[in-house]
């Protein structure tokens, strides 16, 4: 097994190297604008969850998804001649919510911000509500 001190830093590691290699490496048109939002490798260095997002949200994410199950040999490859490790994890993709779920609660503070301009609220009261 890994420290969590170790593993963080595989993790990091791997996120970067992942995001330099969709970014210049890979062709394939499906993976334009993918970002790598976060890498969990579990304790026995099995497994990489590699989770993913894009600018279009999650409207693309079954064509993503399917370019990155295309490409995970590639990937892995690469990733192993990069990243020295003993045990190279096998690599597991995963559509990431969190961006397009950020965007959704900024837009409702902002709408709920408009709200209380526009009925005249003062800053007292925003800040009790």
Request: net charge neutral.
């Amino acid at each position: 097994m890994v420290s969590q001190l170790r593993l963080r830093r595989i993790n990091e590691r791997l996120k970067e190297e992942l995001a330099v290699l969709l970014l210049y490496e890979v062709a394939d048109p499906r993976l334009r604008g993918v970002t790598v939002t976060d890498v969990r490798v579990d304790r026995e260095l099995a497994y990489a969850d590699v989770f993913v997002s894009a600018v279009e949200g999650s409207a693309r994410q079954e064509e993503i998804l399917a370019g990155l199950e295309h490409a995970r040999g590639f990937l892995s490859r690469q990733l192993a001649a990069r990243v020295e490790l003993r045990q190279f994890p096998r690599l597991r993709f995963h559509w990431d919510p969190t961006p397009e779920r950020a965007e959704r609660v900024e837009t409702l503070l902002k709408q709920i911000q408009a709200e209380r301009a526009a009925r005249g609220a003062s800053p007292d009261e925003e800040n009790h509500v």
